[in-house]
């Protein structure tokens, strides 16, 4: 029989009502005619393209180039990944809000601001800009926050070299302070600590920004740098006086909540979330909503085409431990994905054709449980995984050596560099590095998922054996019984659905 296999990550507050888990997989269902319902794909990995100290604090595209923070430097990117230094901040914590006016690009960090043209050469300060702000373009003109409560202000009109301390105005719809702010479809979203107002602009004789008719809602934002835009919405981590914790979209002007009660559980777990930073990008019809949990070390993805979340994790390959994603901030530039790491200063293209995280494996997960039985044990007879085998690694001829080795996850040095394999190698006129058959593991819970039993694993065969299967046997009797599907294997992984065969016992 079919098993319930697709589906979200779904970890509720009662371990035995959901133990679904979905980590660096993401379901794509079927719109043409087929017999499956959909199928699980891997997430993208990392392939490094440039590297420096320092986290990257933000990346952002303008006038045909790539403009990043690393550190302490500002750097300008041509389409040959090559960098040219800008010029240095004052401090090198935090992210660095980016935006332009279509010819010149500011910096706002935590001291303030820098600024400079697309024909440029090095970045200078803006004069009277505010510490911390948060940054947004419409009509040429830069709408920022200050760290005065409810005030947010612009810059003159295709002018960042300074700021006029008159060009202010405040959110007063309420009594609480502005956190951040997005534009979106020529309107300007103010999030305060309880409330969102809304302001466009009219043109009008002192300041040409007002609130927009209706356009206040009492739902605020908890995290200054989660709002984001993608799929014609605003999304946001909220707060209120009631509450905080829930994740939202913008329904026009209506608050929809797209966090599922698990996520919020897990959400309201992590403490601090006000360091929560979110983005957004598109790739093959999937818009996804991005969010890390900086202080507890954990990424969200919301999937807005299946209206699904999934967690994104790098593995520490010497303890074993997920950790949040490299990914701190994201751009779309010279037709790639790329994302900067939030501590080693690196630029990577994210790409669902590259099977490891700049040389780290994936790891990448599935949970779910068995369908209800009226709390009877149920015997495992049989258990198969459809999925797309082989499918392994091409094996890489190298030059060198006369010997044969055999190893595990070891480190093997070459005059070119050292690299981690899995696997045998042998010297016939060069080294074959041949991986061997990627494999999928199985593991059973018979407690709702707070214990795991052994491993098994299946090899996905290799290169051209298409027609292997994946099955297991004999895998016992319980009651809550949750089944998890894992791999680190480098090549595709899809996986399309899980068939059981087993008896509910009169026990």
């Known amino acids: 029989m079919k098993l319930p296999f697709l589906g979200q990550a779904y970890q509720s507050r009662s371990p035995i009502l959901a133990s679904q888990t979905l980590i660096n997989l993401y379901a794509e269902g079927t719109e043409g005619n087929s017999s499956a319902v959909g199928a699980f794909y891997g997430t993208p990995g990392l392939e490094a393209l440039t590297g420096a100290h320092g986290s990257v604090r933000g990346i952002h595209v303008a006038g045909g180039a790539l403009y990043a923070v690393i550190g302490t430097n500002v750097y300008r990117i041509d389409a040959n990944y090559v960098a ?29 601001w820098h600024w400079i ?192 979340w999934h967690m994104r994790a790098w593995l520490d390959d010497t303890t074993g431990l997920l950790h949040r994603h490299r990914a701190n901030c994201y751009a779309f530039f010279n037709n790639a994905h790329l994302v900067g790491d939030w501590e080693n200063g690196t630029l990577y293209r994210m790409d669902l054709d590259t099977g490891n995280d700049n040389g780290t494996e994936i790891y990448r997960e599935r949970a779910f449980e068995l369908p209800d039985s009226e709390n009877k044990r149920i015997r495992m007879d049989f258990l198969e995984l459809m999925a797309l085998t082989g499918d392994g690694v091409t094996p890489i001829t190298l030059p060198g050596g006369e010997s044969e080795w055999t190893w595990d996850s070891g480190d093997i040095t070459f005059d070119s560099g050292t690299a981690t394999f899995d696997g045998f190698a042998s010297e016939t006129g060069g080294i074959v590095i041949n991986p061997g058959p990627s494999q999928v593991g199985v593991q059973v819970s018979r407690d709702g998922g707070r214990s795991w039993g052994f491993k098994r694993f299946q090899g996905m065969g290799d290169i051209g054996k298409r027609l292997v299967r994946l099955r297991w046997r004999r895998l016992g009797l319980g009651r809550n019984i949750v089944l998890r599907f894992f791999t680190t294997m480098s090549s595709r992984v899809q996986w399309v659905q899980a068939y059981g065969r087993g008896e509910a016992l009169d026990q």
């Open 84 to 112: 040219t230094n800008l010029g240095n901040l004052n401090n090198s914590v935090g992210p660095v809000s980016i935006a332009d006016n279509g010819s010149q690009v500011a910096f706002a960090h935590q001291d303030g």
């Open 117 to 308: 043209a697309f024909t440029g050469t090095a970045i200078a300060p803006v004069t009277n800009s505010p510490p911390g702000s948060v940054l947004a373009t419409q009509d040429h003109y830069v709408i920022f926050t200050t760290s005065t409560l409810d005030q947010f202000g612009i810059t003159a009109l295709a002018d960042l070299s300074t700021i006029d301390p008159l060009d202010l105005a405040s959110a007063e719809g309420a009594p609480d302070n502005l956190v951040s702010l997005v534009s979106d479809h020529r309107e300007v979203w103010l999030f305060g600590t309880e409330t969102i107002e809304i302001w466009s602009d009219t043109g009008a004789q002192f300041f040409p920004f007002e609130r927009s008719p209706g356009g206040f809602i009492e739902q605020g934002c908890a995290a200054k740098w989660s709002p984001a835009r993608i799929d014609n919405s605003v999304f946001w981590i909220g707060r209120d006086k009631n509450g905080r914790g829930v994740v939202y979209r913008a329904n026009a002007y209506i608050p929809q909540r797209i966090s599922t009660h698990a996520l919020e559980t897990a959400i309201n777990s992590y403490g601090d979330i006000s360091d929560a930073i979110g983005f957004s990008y598109q790739e093959e019809g999937h818009s996804f909503y991005w969010v890390t949990f900086p202080s507890a070390d954990v990424s969200w993805v919301y999937d807005i085409a299946t209206n699904g």
